[in-house]
Nanobody, 118 residues
Framework: QVQLVESGGGSVQAGGSLRLSCAAS????????MGWFRQAPGKEREFVAH????????VYADSLKGRFTISRDNAKNTVYLRMNSLKPEDTAVYYC???????????WGQGTQVTVSS
C-alpha cells in the first residue's frame, strides 16, 4: 500500500509559477513510476506527466512541454511538478499517482487545487 499526499496548490495570476509536491509513504517509493494528472471542472481527468522510478525518463503531455517539469527525490519519497507560465486553462485539481507497471496507476492522492486567474 502507498499513501500519496499532494501539496503546493493555490491561487496564482496568469504567468506565475507553482511547485506541487507529492509525498509518498508506505511501500518502497523507488519501486514506482510516478505521474501527475489533472481534472478541470466539467472535464475528464487528463495526463500531465510521468517520471520513471529512477528519474531518468520523463514523459509530458504535448501541450505542456516546456512549461511543466516533473522531478523526484527518492531520498525524500517525494515527486514534484514545477509549473511555469501558468494560464487560466491550467486551473484544475492536480493529482499524483504511483504505478508499479505503467500505464496502470495503482495509487492516487486526494488532489490539490490550482487556480490561475487572468
Amino acid at each position: 500500500q502507498v499513501q500519496l499526499v499532494e501539496s503546493g496548490g493555490g491561487s496564482v495570476q496568469a504567468g506565475g509559477s507553482l511547485r506541487l509536491s507529492c509525498a509518498a509513504s508506505g511501500r518502497s517509493f523507488r519501486s514506482y513510476a510516478m505521474g501527475w494528472f489533472r481534472q478541470a471542472p466539467g472535464k475528464e481527468r487528463e495526463f500531465v506527466a510521468h517520471i520513471s522510478w529512477s528519474g531518468a525518463r520523463t514523459v509530458y503531455a504535448d501541450s505542456l512541454k516546456g512549461r511543466f517539469t516533473i522531478s523526484r527525490d527518492n531520498a525524500k519519497n517525494t515527486v514534484y511538478l514545477r509549473m511555469n507560465s501558468l494560464k487560466p486553462e491550467d486551473t484544475a485539481v492536480y493529482y499524483c499517482a504511483a504505478a508499479e507497471y505503467l500505464p496502470n496507476y495503482d495509487y492516487w492522492g486526494q488532489g490539490t487545487q490550482v487556480t490561475v486567474s487572468s
